[in-house]
Structure formats: structure tokens, C-alpha cells
């Protein structure tokens, strides 16, 4: 079994950055691959950024160049550095974690970019 707990999420204007954290209850070498996941109202979840255990990370087209996911391996927390937001970027964000044929999510947190 897998805790993910995020944190980070807020009221941001356009333009601004936000930073994201999801901390692990195992170390995150331990995790085969982790995530970061949005759903804005009436839209599905839809995958923002991943990285694997080695390193190897995908964003997706509308955050590339604008998205990063640092990770800090003591704190086996895994983090979505967000710049130049934009208010398509409102949405909860899930934190995802795989370890073999298991997927765990976290709880979810809120992003609202807007003046």
C-alpha cells in the first residue's frame, strides 16, 4: 500500500507559478513510475506530467515548456513546478503512483488561475 498526499495548490493569477508537492509514504525509488494528473469541471483526467523510477519523464503538449517535476529523493516527494500558468490550467490535481499492477492516487488538490 501507497499514501500519496498532496499539497501546494491555490488561487493564482495568470502568469503566476505554483508549486505542487506529493510526498510518498515509501521512498520513491520504490515506485516504478509517478504522476501528475488533472480534471477540470466536465472535462476527464487527463495526464499533465510523468516520471519513472529512472528518471525518464513525458508532459503533455500544453505544459511543455512551462511545467517541470523536480523530485527530492530524501523526502520521497515528487513535485509539479507550474510557470506561466493560464486560466486552462484550473483544475484539481491528483498525484498518481504505479508499482507493478497496482495505481495509487491521491487525495487532490485544487489550482484556480484567475485575475
Known amino acids: 500500500q501507497v499514501q500519496l498526499v498532496e499539497s501546494g495548490g491555490g488561487l493564482v493569477q495568470p502568469g503566476g507559478s505554483l508549486r505542487l508537492s506529493c510526498a510518498a509514504s515509501?521512498?520513491?525509488?520504490?515506485?516504478?513510475?509517478m504522476g501528475w494528473y488533472r480534471q477540470a469541471p466536465g472535462k476527464q483526467r487527463e495526464m499533465v506530467a510523468t516520471i519513472t523510477r529512472l528518471g525518464t519523464i513525458n508532459y503533455a503538449e500544453s505544459v511543455k515548456g512551462r511545467f517541470t517535476v523536480p523530485r527530492d529523493n530524501a523526502k520521497s516527494t515528487v513535485y509539479l513546478q507550474m510557470n506561466s500558468l493560464k486560466p486552462e490550467d484550473t483544475a484539481v490535481y491528483y498525484c498518481?503512483?504505479?508499482?507493478?499492477?497496482?495505481?495509487?492516487w491521491g487525495q487532490g488538490t485544487q489550482v484556480t488561475v484567475s485575475s
Open positions: 515509501i521512498s520513491i525509488f520504490g515506485i516504478d513510475a
Open positions: 498518481n503512483g504505479r508499482l507493478g499492477t497496482k495505481t495509487y
